[in-house]
């Protein structure tokens, strides 16, 4: 799990902002706590750092995003993570990020919905998160996420109206995924929601999918199957912004 990327990109976007979004829902069905898988959230937010972008983090409802304890456990912590714990600013921000609706998407050259269990509570049930992510495409940014994060575009609309995801190859976290970790009581499963809009689901299967890595770039999108694939989402979203800088 956590595969390194073995492709990099060395880019300068200094200048050009970057939008982290992750849920408020911190606890399961069965009582669980939750929240943000951690390196989905840690893992594209320093990349976007690091590529000199300044960063925002937000949510549905603004305030806390709890990140999923069983995320920070030593066997699925990431340097990212280690990163973030020693990181006042980033600690601040995630515990008192932005609310969604007061944002202005065309301040942002680029858009990623961080997914973990918790999402799957919120950000397709967010009408407000809808129209932000239908304005940020209206605006043609990048827009991308991993994971339960792509449900985050569930109430987002292309220009005619119909589904955002309706005819676009997108990917998230599978169902045979959700199963095999024996957590299907959320209310929303990425997989059956995404083809429910139309869209084009593609995936990777594995003997157990959390061992799976898949990612997949249809024109301003960019979503990624599970954990595994934040890192490539990050980079692929900023090769996007930069070869848009670059016009």
């Known amino acids: 799990m956590h595969p390194d990327d073995t492709e990099t990109i ?18 399961l069905d069965i009582g669980k706590p939750t929240g943000v898988f ?23 409802a603004g305030g806390v995003i709890p990140v999923d304890p069983q995320s920070l456990k030593p066997v699925l912590r990431t340097e990212a993570c280690d990163r973030f714990l020693a990181d006042d600013e980033l600690r601040a921000k995630v515990n008192g990020s932005l609310a969604v609706g007061a944002l202005d998407m065309a301040d942002y050259d680029l858009v990623y919905l961080a997914g973990g269990w918790g999402a799957a509570f919120d ?7 809808g129209r ?54 959320t209310p929303h499963h ?25 990612w997949v770039v249809d024109g301003n999108l960019v979503t990624g199957q599970n ?15 930069s070869e848009r800088a670059e016009v």
């Open 10 to 27: 060395d880019v300068d976007l200094s200048g050009r902002r970057a939008l982290v979004i992750a849920t408020n829902h911190g606890v």
């Open 38 to 60: 951690a390196s989905e959230l840690t893992v594209p937010y320093y990349a976007f750092l690091d590529a000199g972008m300044t960063v925002d983090v937000a949510s549905p």
């Open 123 to 129: 950000l397709g049930f967010s009408e407000e998160l």
């Open 132 to 185: 932000q992510i239908t304005r940020a495409n209206e605006e043609d940014r990048v827009i991308g996420g991993v994971c339960h994060g792509p449900l985050g575009l569930a109430q987002a609309k292309a220009p005619d109206g119909s589904p955002l995801v309706k005819g676009r190859r997108v990917t998230a976290v599978t169902d045979k995924q959700v199963r095999e970790l024996g957590i299907e009581g």
């Open 190 to 214: 990425p997989e059956t929601e995404l083809r429910k809009l139309g869209a084009e689901f593609e995936s990777e299967s594995r003997f157990r999918d959390p061992f799976a890595n898949h």
């Open 227 to 241: 954990q595994n694939a934040a890192p490539m989402v990050a980079r692929e979203m900023l090769r996007l912004v």
